[in-house]
């Protein structure tokens, strides 16, 4: 029989969603997103990984830094019960950060075609845990979550790709 969960046990679930899982989450949402079109574009554009990689990593850190600066300063936590902005803007620094990394290691592969193969794997696996997050923890549904985060994703990707053909003619 499942043990009936005390009211304070709920508020402590409910804040650690709230101050540790939902920064996490919007970090890795935005790294793992807004990163897919300058990387593939610049793998389109150049056709040389290094430079692809390069652009993956500035684009991680800055977006890291830009939105973990950005939770922090969206509130200080008093009001909303969302507990420490400098813990809140480190979770979401370094989730964003690594939401960007994780696409942009393959391109340390010299071999575009191998590097791209293996960064679209990367993509996908990145947008199904982000999906099985939102599901666990955000109690969402989880075929509305898959198809809403593969979606978004899926444009942003297609994006990246098209503007890469466009630039180096093809």
Do not use: N
């Not at 507990?83 to 620094?93: E, H, L, S, W």
């Not at 978004?152 to 890469?164: A, D, N, P």
């Amino acid at each position: 029989m499942a043990s009936k969960q005390t009211s304070k046990e709920k508020k402590t679930a409910a804040d650690f969603v709230l101050q540790k899982v939902q920064p996490g989450l919007l970090g890795l949402m935005d790294g793992s997103v807004s990163t897919l079109a300058p990387i593939f574009a610049t793998a389109g554009l150049t056709g040389q990984p290094i430079k692809a990689f390069y652009v993956g990593l500035a684009a991680s850190l800055g977006a890291g830094i830009s939105m973990g600066l950005a939770e922090a300063l969206s509130d200080d936590g008093v009001v909303t019960g969302r507990g420490k902005p400098v813990v809140r803007g480190a979770i979401t620094a370094f989730a964003t950060a690594l939401g960007g990394m994780l696409h942009t290691l393959p391109f340390l592969i010299p071999d575009l075609r191998v590097a791209l193969h293996f960064a679209y794997v990367v993509v996908v696996f990145e947008l199904f845990a982000i999906a099985f997050i939102r599901y666990k923890f955000m109690k969402t549904p989880l075929a509305s979550t898959i198809l809403q985060v593969i979606v978004g994703g899926g444009i942003v990707f297609g994006i990246g790709i098209w503007l890469g053909k466009i630039g180096a003619g093809s």
